[in-house]
């Protein structure tokens, strides 16, 4: 069959808050990760991409919110179109153009949202029409915690040794459960430790065995806690599992790095904010705080209670001169046009 000269497809996904984490990977090349995690998607962010396979293009060019990319990003984008190409028996090069709703640098990370939408737009232009399962497959391949932003609402992604059954499949959709992420993002700079690094260094952490088993404990507190709507429990979870996640990152080794003992992704307000949660929690407000890799914090709470939650988190961020948007559980990566 002759192939087109040109064809487009755009796709947009949320970013997803892990609420069991993926820290640590038992197959880099693949993205195969070392214990399940559970997340939900946040509508409050959008990345937005738009993919033209064109025969004139002599390379694939990759341009974020309008601008040329970095060598780094583009060699990144380029190998996942690469993987879209080889199920499509594809020659031509693509366009991509991809937009983030969010600020870059505002301490989101914005690889989820990119390589779900890349994902589903890529292979729409290829003429490909992937089911959830092998898009989620697809996409984790670009980046991990990207699988996760393939189904909509509450999500678990199944660790598995192998690439077809590494996926993440819906556990309940964005109506399950009227929660509310308050995320905190601060100005500052770029984290020094990208989470590639981070996954690379987290078994030279003496805790990375204890956290492997003490997560199953955790994965089966969030599934019950989501199942069941415990908000007390999935709070509580949700907390200590975070703060599992940075007790192996202050204690691993960075081999790019050699001269840090141990990651520290917090800035000081990152703390400040880490001690008001628990202390308006004293105080009677039933708020959680998550974090990944970097300073920002995600606040968790059920909708009802998110007014009471913003008069106190509101003016603490204005004085901190940071930023806060607020999401619902989101739906999974879709079609845009
Ligand atoms: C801390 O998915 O960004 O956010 O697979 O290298 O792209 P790559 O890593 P990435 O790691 C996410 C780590 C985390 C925890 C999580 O989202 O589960």
Redesign the pocket.
């Known amino acids: 069959m002759k192939q087109q000269a040109k064809s487009r497809a755009t796709a947009a996904a949320h970013p997803?808050?892990?609420l069991?984490?993926?820290?640590g990977?038992t197959d880099a090349a693949l993205?195969l990760p070392t214990n399940d995690?559970i997340?939900l998607n946040l509508s409050g962010a959008t990345t937005t991409t738009t993919v033209t396979f064109d025969a004139a293009l002599a390379a694939d060019a990759v341009f974020l919110n309008g601008e040329a990319c970095d060598p780094v990003t583009c060699a990144r984008v380029s190998a996942h179109l690469e993987r879209v190409r080889a199920l499509a028996g594809l020659e031509r090069r693509a366009r991509v153009d991809s937009y983030n709703d969010f600020p870059a640098g505002a301490g989101v990370?914005s690889?989820?949202s990119a390589?779900a939408a890349l994902s589903l737009a890529a292979t729409r232009a290829a003429g490909l029409e992937l089911d959830t399962r092998a898009l989620s497959v697809l996409a984790?391949k670009?980046?991990?915690?990207?699988c996760?932003s393939i189904p909509g609402g509450f999500v678990e992604w199944v660790a598995a040794e192998t690439d077809a059954a590494s996926y993440a499949r819906q556990l309940a959709p964005p109506a399950h459960w009227a929660l509310r992420v308050l995320t905190v993002t601060f100005p500052g700079q770029p984290k020094a430790v990208?989470?590639?690094e981070?996954?690379r260094a987290a078994p030279t952490s003496p805790f990375f065995g204890a956290r492997l088993v003490a997560v199953e404990g955790t994965l089966a507190t969030v599934r019950r806690a989501l199942r069941e709507r415990d908000f007390a429990a999935l709070g509580c979870a949700v907390e200590r599992e975070a703060l599992s996640?940075h007790a192996l990152a202050l204690t691993s080794r960075v081999a790019e790095q050699p001269w840090l003992s141990g990651i520290i992704y917090w800035q000081p307000e990152t703390v400040a904010l880490l001690r008001a949660v628990q202390a308006w929690r004293r105080e009677g407000i039933p708020v959680y705080f998550s974090l990944?890799?970097g300073p920002s914090v995600h606040l968790l709470c059920e909708a009802e209670t998110r007014p009471a939650v913003e008069r106190v988190l509101a003016p603490a961020v204005e004085a901190w001169r940071g930023a806060y948007f607020v999401s619902e559980p989101g739906r999974g990566a879709w079609l845009v046009g």
């Open positions: 997803n808050l892990a069991v984490k993926y820290w990977q993205n995690s997340s990370a690889s989820a390589f984790r670009g980046s991990g915690s990207a996760r990208s989470s590639l981070g996954h996640l990944d890799a």
